[in-house]
Protein backbone atom coordinates (compact mmCIF):
# COMPACT_ATOMS: atom_id res chain seq x y z
CA UNK A 1 0.00 0.00 0.00
CA UNK A 2 1.47 3.53 -1.18
CA UNK A 3 1.93 6.12 2.00
CA UNK A 4 2.44 9.73 0.96
CA UNK A 5 2.97 12.42 3.73
CA UNK A 6 2.98 16.31 3.76
CA UNK A 7 4.34 17.46 6.87
CA UNK A 8 4.28 21.32 7.24
CA UNK A 9 4.36 23.67 10.53
CA UNK A 10 1.60 25.38 11.82
CA UNK A 11 0.95 28.35 13.38
CA UNK A 12 -1.60 31.12 14.55
CA UNK A 13 -1.17 34.60 13.57
CA UNK A 14 -3.74 38.04 13.92
CA UNK A 15 -3.23 38.29 10.17
CA UNK A 16 -4.75 37.02 6.94
CA UNK A 17 -4.43 32.97 7.13
CA UNK A 18 -1.38 32.42 4.67
CA UNK A 19 1.13 30.07 3.60
CA UNK A 20 4.56 30.70 3.30
CA UNK A 21 7.86 28.56 3.00
CA UNK A 22 6.34 25.60 4.39
CA UNK A 23 4.34 27.11 7.66
CA UNK A 24 0.49 27.29 7.50
CA UNK A 25 -0.42 30.60 9.34
CA UNK A 26 -4.12 30.35 10.15
CA UNK A 27 -5.83 33.76 11.88
CA UNK A 28 -7.32 33.23 14.98
CA UNK A 29 -9.26 36.05 15.86
CA UNK A 30 -12.41 34.55 14.43
CA UNK A 31 -12.93 30.92 15.30
CA UNK A 32 -15.72 30.29 12.69
CA UNK A 33 -13.11 32.06 10.04
CA UNK A 34 -9.93 29.49 11.65
CA UNK A 35 -12.46 26.53 11.45
CA UNK A 36 -13.02 27.65 7.35
CA UNK A 37 -9.27 28.56 6.71
CA UNK A 38 -7.93 25.18 8.48
CA UNK A 39 -10.73 23.02 6.22
CA UNK A 40 -9.02 24.99 2.79
CA UNK A 41 -5.69 24.10 3.94
CA UNK A 42 -6.79 20.98 4.34
CA UNK A 43 -8.18 20.58 1.34
CA UNK A 44 -5.89 21.62 -0.86
CA UNK A 45 -3.40 19.76 1.18
CA UNK A 46 -5.37 16.49 0.50
CA UNK A 47 -4.99 16.77 -3.06
CA UNK A 48 -1.32 17.28 -2.89
CA UNK A 49 -1.20 14.23 -0.61
CA UNK A 50 -3.81 12.23 -3.58
CA UNK A 51 -1.45 13.37 -6.42
CA UNK A 52 1.40 12.15 -4.19
CA UNK A 53 0.12 9.12 -4.40
CA UNK A 54 -0.56 8.71 -7.65
CA UNK A 55 2.81 9.90 -8.82
CA UNK A 56 4.28 6.94 -6.82
CA UNK A 57 1.94 4.63 -8.02
CA UNK A 58 3.76 5.62 -11.38
CA UNK A 59 6.60 5.14 -10.65
CA UNK A 60 6.05 1.68 -10.15
CA UNK A 61 4.71 1.66 -13.68
CA UNK A 62 7.62 3.38 -14.97
CA UNK A 63 10.41 1.24 -13.25
CA UNK A 64 8.42 -1.74 -15.09
CA UNK A 65 8.28 -0.54 -18.48
CA UNK A 66 11.38 1.12 -18.75
CA UNK A 67 13.26 -2.21 -17.87
CA UNK A 68 11.27 -4.08 -20.63
CA UNK A 69 11.97 -1.13 -22.75
CA UNK A 70 15.85 -1.76 -21.98
CA UNK A 71 15.91 -5.37 -22.20
CA UNK A 72 14.64 -5.14 -25.87
CA UNK A 73 16.75 -2.17 -26.48
CA UNK A 74 19.79 -4.91 -25.89
CA UNK A 75 17.71 -7.50 -27.65
CA UNK A 76 17.62 -9.61 -24.62
CA UNK A 77 14.73 -12.89 -24.43
CA UNK A 78 12.01 -11.38 -22.37
CA UNK A 79 9.78 -13.67 -20.63
CA UNK A 80 6.11 -12.21 -19.63
CA UNK A 81 3.32 -13.70 -17.78
CA UNK A 82 0.46 -14.05 -20.12
CA UNK A 83 -1.84 -11.03 -20.09
CA UNK A 84 0.81 -8.93 -17.73
CA UNK A 85 0.92 -6.50 -19.99
CA UNK A 86 -2.96 -5.88 -20.98
CA UNK A 87 -3.01 -5.76 -17.53
CA UNK A 88 -0.36 -3.01 -16.60
CA UNK A 89 -2.02 -0.87 -19.35
CA UNK A 90 -5.64 -1.64 -17.73
CA UNK A 91 -3.76 0.22 -14.32
CA UNK A 92 -2.54 2.65 -16.14
CA UNK A 93 -5.75 3.55 -18.19
CA UNK A 94 -7.37 3.13 -14.72
CA UNK A 95 -4.95 5.70 -12.94
CA UNK A 96 -5.54 8.12 -15.79
CA UNK A 97 -9.03 8.08 -15.71
CA UNK A 98 -8.86 8.67 -11.87
CA UNK A 99 -6.82 11.60 -12.23
CA UNK A 100 -8.85 13.24 -15.33
CA UNK A 101 -12.03 12.56 -14.36
CA UNK A 102 -11.32 13.87 -10.73
CA UNK A 103 -12.93 17.89 -10.87
CA UNK A 104 -11.04 18.91 -7.91
CA UNK A 105 -7.65 19.08 -9.75
CA UNK A 106 -9.01 19.99 -12.41
CA UNK A 107 -11.09 23.60 -11.45
CA UNK A 108 -11.71 25.22 -7.91
CA UNK A 109 -14.73 23.57 -6.08
CA UNK A 110 -17.96 25.00 -5.99
CA UNK A 111 -17.45 25.37 -2.10
CA UNK A 112 -15.13 28.15 -2.49
CA UNK A 113 -17.25 29.98 -4.99
CA UNK A 114 -19.20 31.93 -2.99
CA UNK A 115 -16.38 33.30 -0.65
CA UNK A 116 -13.62 35.13 -2.67
CA UNK A 117 -11.28 34.97 0.56
CA UNK A 118 -11.67 31.16 0.82
CA UNK A 119 -11.42 30.82 -2.66
CA UNK A 120 -8.30 33.06 -3.28
CA UNK A 121 -6.58 31.28 -0.18
CA UNK A 122 -7.38 27.99 -1.72
CA UNK A 123 -5.88 28.87 -5.01
CA UNK A 124 -3.07 30.22 -3.41
CA UNK A 125 -2.10 26.98 -1.24
CA UNK A 126 -3.24 24.99 -4.41
CA UNK A 127 -0.57 27.09 -6.56
CA UNK A 128 1.87 26.67 -3.42
CA UNK A 129 1.76 22.80 -3.92
CA UNK A 130 1.93 23.31 -7.82
CA UNK A 131 -1.22 20.81 -8.33
CA UNK A 132 -1.32 21.68 -11.90
CA UNK A 133 1.47 21.40 -13.09
CA UNK A 134 2.12 18.50 -11.31
CA UNK A 135 -1.07 16.88 -12.74
CA UNK A 136 0.11 17.96 -16.41
CA UNK A 137 3.63 16.39 -15.52
CA UNK A 138 1.64 12.86 -14.41
CA UNK A 139 -0.93 12.61 -17.52
CA UNK A 140 2.31 13.47 -20.00
CA UNK A 141 4.27 10.51 -18.19
CA UNK A 142 1.17 8.21 -18.58
CA UNK A 143 0.80 9.11 -22.39
CA UNK A 144 4.35 8.14 -22.70
CA UNK A 145 4.14 4.90 -20.46
CA UNK A 146 0.80 3.89 -22.34
CA UNK A 147 2.60 4.69 -25.39
CA UNK A 148 5.53 2.62 -24.77
CA UNK A 149 4.00 -0.59 -23.74
CA UNK A 150 1.82 -0.59 -27.44
CA UNK A 151 5.81 -0.43 -28.70
CA UNK A 152 6.95 -3.32 -26.51
CA UNK A 153 3.10 -5.49 -26.81
CA UNK A 154 3.69 -4.77 -30.77
CA UNK A 155 7.32 -5.81 -30.54
CA UNK A 156 6.69 -8.66 -28.48
CA UNK A 157 3.72 -9.97 -30.98
CA UNK A 158 5.89 -9.48 -34.15
CA UNK A 159 8.31 -12.13 -32.26
CA UNK A 160 5.54 -14.29 -31.17
CA UNK A 161 4.19 -14.22 -34.96
CA UNK A 162 7.69 -14.93 -36.38
CA UNK A 163 8.10 -18.28 -34.03
CA UNK A 164 4.57 -19.29 -35.13
CA UNK A 165 5.51 -18.73 -38.47
CA UNK A 166 9.09 -21.00 -38.18
CA UNK A 167 7.06 -23.33 -36.51
CA UNK A 168 4.61 -23.80 -39.22
CA UNK A 169 7.34 -24.29 -41.58
CA UNK A 170 8.77 -26.84 -39.30
CA UNK A 171 5.28 -28.60 -39.18
CA UNK A 172 5.76 -28.66 -43.07
CA UNK A 173 8.99 -29.47 -43.53
CA UNK A 174 8.11 -32.63 -41.09
CA UNK A 175 5.25 -33.59 -43.20
CA UNK A 176 6.96 -33.27 -46.40
CA UNK A 177 9.80 -35.38 -45.03
CA UNK A 178 7.87 -38.63 -43.94
CA UNK A 179 5.59 -38.21 -47.26
CA UNK A 180 8.94 -38.67 -48.92
CA UNK A 181 9.58 -41.49 -46.72
CA UNK A 182 6.68 -43.36 -47.22
CA UNK A 183 7.14 -43.05 -51.14
CA UNK A 184 10.43 -44.89 -50.81
CA UNK A 185 10.99 -48.92 -51.39
CA UNK A 186 13.91 -49.29 -48.68
CA UNK A 187 14.34 -52.92 -50.33
CA UNK A 188 15.36 -50.84 -53.59
CA UNK A 189 15.73 -47.67 -52.34
CA UNK A 190 13.83 -46.24 -55.21
CA UNK A 191 11.31 -44.17 -54.82
CA UNK A 192 7.36 -45.35 -55.31
CA UNK A 193 3.55 -43.89 -56.28
CA UNK A 194 1.22 -45.28 -53.97
CA UNK A 195 -0.75 -44.24 -56.92
CA UNK A 196 0.90 -46.29 -59.86
CA UNK A 197 -0.58 -49.56 -60.98
CA UNK A 198 1.39 -52.84 -60.28
CA UNK A 199 1.47 -55.64 -63.31
CA UNK A 200 -1.39 -57.80 -61.41
CA UNK A 201 -3.51 -54.64 -61.05
CA UNK A 202 -3.31 -53.97 -65.05
CA UNK A 203 -4.52 -57.26 -65.64
Not at 58 to 82: G, M, P, S, T, Y
Request: with cysteine; charged share 25%.
Amino acid sequence: MNSEKEIMNFMEVTTISTLNNDIVKINCQSENEQLLDKYTFSNALALSVKLGIWEALLDNEVEFVADLANRLKQEKHIKIQHGLMQRKSGELYSLKHAVNLSHDFLDTPDFYWSNSRLENLYKKVFHYFAIAKRTKVLNERLNFSLELIQVIEASLNEKKHVRLEWIIIALIFVEVFFNIIDHVDFNTWKFTSKHSKTPDDRV
